[in-house]
């Protein structure tokens, strides 16, 4: 399956943060993904939704490639300042998206900061648990 995307908007309201959670694990089970992948893409997008300041809500972007989601989102307000700042040691933002995800990327899109986490993913030979 290549080229596949979903797009979820939710209120910034911790209240929503399951719907995001439903939604990568039914993309999880579609795809085979292993658990230990989806967990690893449910703490990243955790740490991001905690820090999500906005009225408008949160949009979350998975595009499914090859062997790989791209997982996109925001908008946020400062980000950009969290990740790069705080110590090697220190348990911060950085850190957490640095141990489970490929990459960490930053876009700047209409006055606002979008984060873009690309991990490739391990799939299981039989149903997904």
């Known amino acids: 399956m290549s080229g596949d995307e979903i797009q979820l908007t939710l209120p910034a309201d911790d209240a929503f943060h399951h719907v995001a959670h439903l939604v990568l694990g039914g993309l999880a089970a579609r795809l085979n993904i292993s658990v230990e992948s989806l967990e690893d893409l449910?703490?990243?997008?955790?740490?991001?939704?905690?820090?999500?300041?906005?009225?408008?809500?949160?949009?979350?972007?998975?595009?499914?490639?090859?062997?790989?989601?791209?997982?996109?989102?925001?908008p946020f307000a400062s980000v950009r300042s969290e990740l790069e700042q705080g110590d090697a040691d220190a348990l911060n933002l950085s850190r957490i998206l640095g141990a489970v995800c490929d990459s960490v990327e930053i876009s700047d899109r209409d006055g606002s900061e979008w984060v873009e986490l690309p991990k490739r993913v391990q799939t299981t030979n039989g149903p997904a648990a």
């Open 42 to 74: 449910e703490l990243a997008l955790d740490a991001l939704l905690e820090r999500a300041q906005t009225d408008d809500g949160v949009t979350l972007r998975v595009r499914v490639l090859d062997g790989e989601l791209r997982t996109v989102v925001g």
